[in-house]
Every structure is written in structure tokens, then in C-alpha cells.
DNA sequence: ACCTGAACACCGTTCAAGT
DNA sequence: ACCTGAACACCGTTCAAGT
């Protein structure tokens, strides 16, 4: 990529690239669009764009950190009133609805896979996703404190685990076969019982 | 792909395209490797590949099969013996080691976003992962007869919670950045406190 | 400085020609 | 019947030439 003169320009063309390619991968996904497409739904040549991103891995990458950062944002919005769990349900809902709708199901599992192939992309991601990681944790705490989360629990580690289960939920809802209520609803169940104050009965 | 009058041959011949596709991803992924490297991984043309093979997606998708029914017998083999949290450990650990290993991480999301892009893919790993999810199942209800799982938890459904935590797990063991004895440890509480039979006191 | 678009190397796939 | 390998259409990327 070139040296910029004009840094509001070159912020402005990414944007525009960005948008281009993030259409073309929802209509024809990652591998399938081409980067003419690209060019042609940004009204560019492929030269032009090639002074604002490196390669076609390179816009994959910066996409993927704009949903990454968009989940994010999701998951401070969400985790605000209601009880912990109904919160995290309905972010669960979001999750399967942006990721069996369209032809988007399979961005995450690009992602994922680009990033087992790239480790600079992994850091980065695993970098922006600790930023969920960390509200949810900040989520988890509250709970706790409202008496709704065991206090035994680690919130770091709740929240990773809790964001594992996300991950696992995108790919069983890349398949899109099971309804999403039925998965939902098992999930609740699952976190209910993990997170649940245990008074139990000593061993 | 064309009729075939020995069908010896056939079978011959495509496990001897698999195995040198299988090869050739582990090394190289999914996508970046060519029909040129397999060909020449299998000694064979392009032209004959193609008598066994419709396009490079069905080979995906044969690997993809094989791979589904490798884990089902991994899951097989290693529900027995032991109490049923450690087995699951057991497994969770292996299939840690199966996709970060090598290359090989990535296998699992290219699997999923090609399926979510190819609905009658989707079908055929969707029914060989059931084989996996009844076979876990029938491992929850001998553990529920054990004593060591809640009994008011319905087998299948557990197992379909579980198989979907491994799906995560695969997903960040892809970002090779977590020690996986942390992610072991983590869902090893998930799992106890999710399946521990509740002699919780009443509200 | 920024852009165009033909050109390049290479990809997955096909098909005429061999045995 | 089964195979070869050159040829085809098309991909991501580059770069000489324009403004």
C-alpha cells in the first residue's frame, strides 16, 4: 500500500471499498466474489484499489474487525437491564438471526478459518474480541452482585466460555436446519444451570 | 461424472484423490491449495480427477463426510470407561489437539461456511453429525442412570448443547492463542455444573 | 497524487486425442 | 473404458501510461 497525501481521501476510498465488498461477500460470499465485483460496486478500478488495500486477505481482514467491533457494541447495548439471562438470550436471538439470514451465515466461519491460516489476523481479532470478553465480564460481575450469578464464579471465565458457546451457536446456525427456538431454548437451560447461585445440598 | 464400468476401480481411485487432497489442505488449507498439487499429490491428470470428481466443492464435501464419521468414532470410542465429565474432557482435549495441530485448524470452519452456502451439503453433515449426537445421547442417559448426570436433563438434548460447545471450542483452538489446558479447565466447570445432578435447596 | 485498464501469471475445468 | 495434457475462461494482482 502507498504513502497518502491526502489522509481524509484515502479514509473516505477505504470506507467506500469497505461497503463494496461487505455487499458483494453477503450476496456471493468470501471466496465466491470477485474482486471485479468488488471494483465495480465501489466504481473503481482494481489499480485504485490496490493503493488502499494490500490484497483481497487484506479486506477480509478489515471486514472481519468491523463485525467484530458491530458484536461488540451489540453485546454493551444488550447487556443492560432485564436479568442477565434474558439479556444474554436475546443476544443469542441476534446472533442467530444475522447469522442464518441472507447468505451471511458463513462470515463468521470465513473469518474464523482466514484466521487459523494468518496468525497477525488471529491476534488482531482475538484482540477486538477480548473487548467483548471484557463487557460481558463487566455484565457478569453485575449479576453477581444483584445475587443472579454465582459469586464462585470467575466473570472472565464466564465470559469466554459464554463467548465459546457463541461461536458454537454461529456454525450450528451456518446450517441452517434446526430452528433457532429450539436452540435458544437449550441454550437458556445450559446457562441457567452454569450460572444458577447453587445452594446445593452438601455432598 | 461419467458411468464406470469397474467399480473396484472407482473406489480405488477416489480414496486415492482423497488422500491426496486431504494431504494437500492439511498442508496449504482448503483454498489455497490447487487441483494442480492434488493431481500431481494423487499421479493422476486433471482430465481423470475429473471422471471421479464433479468439481473441487465435492471434494470438500467427501473430506468433509469422512471427517464427520472420524469424530463420531472418536466419540464412540472414548465414551466408555471413566465417568463421563472426564470421557467429554477426554474428548474435548483431543479435538483441541486435532485442529490446532498443523495446518489443520482451519478445516472445521471451512467445513461450516462451505455448508452454509450449500444447503444439500449442509443435509449430508447435518446427518452424519446426528450419528454422533445419538451416540453422545445414549452416553447421557448411562451416565443419568449412573447417578452422575441430572436426570430431569433430556439426553439428546444435552448432547446437541455439548456438540455445539465442541463447535466453539474448534473455532477458537483456530485462533491458536489460548494454552488449551485454560479452555479445558473452563469448560470442565461448564460442564459439571450444567450436568450435576441438583439437590438444589427451593427457592 | 491519484487513477485507469490492459496485461500477467495462475486458477478450476473441459475436451479432443490417445491407448 | 479410462486416461492425458493442452486449451479455455476467469481469477487476483501489477504496472505503464494518463490526468
Known amino acids: 500500500m502507498a504513502r497518502l497525501a491526502d489522509p ?16 458483494c461477500f453477503r450476496r456471493r460470499g468470501f471466496h465466491q466474489a470477485t474482486m471485479q ?40 447495548k444488550l447487556m443492560v437491564e432485564r436479568t442477565f439471562i434474558d439479556s444474554l ?30 496468525s497477525i489476523l488471529a491476534q ?8 467483548s470478553v471484557a463487557s460481558l465480564a463487566e455484565a457478569v ?5 444483584r445475587g ?16 465459546t458457546f457463541f461461536d458454537g451457536i454461529s456454525v450450528r446456525a451456518a446450517f441452517k436446519i434446526e430452528p433457532h427456538e429450539t436452540i435458544l431454548h437449550q441454550f437458556r437451560v445450559v446457562a441457567e444451570r452454569y450460572l444458577a447461585p447453587t445452594t446445593r445440598a452438601p455432598t
Open 148 to 163: 443472579e450469578i454465582d459469586p464462585a464464579l470467575a466473570p472472565m471465565e464466564v465470559a469466554r466460555m459464554l463467548m
Open 8 to 23: 481524509d481521501l484515502a479514509v473516505r476510498r477505504r470506507q467506500q471499498i469497505l461497503d463494496a465488498a461487505e455487499a
Open 89 to 118: 438470550i436475546a443476544v443469542a436471538r441476534k446472533f442467530l438471526a444475522k447469522h442464518s439470514d441472507s447468505e451471511a451465515g458463513s462470515l463468521l466461519c470465513d473469518i474464523a478459518s482466514e484466521a487459523a491460516r494468518d
Open 37 to 76: 465485483e468488488i471494483c465495480a460496486e465501489a466504481r473503481i478500478s482494481p489499480g485504485a484499489l490496490y493503493r488502499y488495500f494490500d490484497s483481497k486477505a487484506d479486506i477480509i481482514a478489515a471486514i472481519s474487525e468491523e463485525k467484530r467491533r458491530d458484536a461488540e457494541e451489540e453485546f454493551r
Open 141 to 145: 460481575a453485575v449479576a453477581q452482585a
Open 124 to 131: 488482531r481479532l482475538f484482540g477486538i474480541q477480548e473487548g
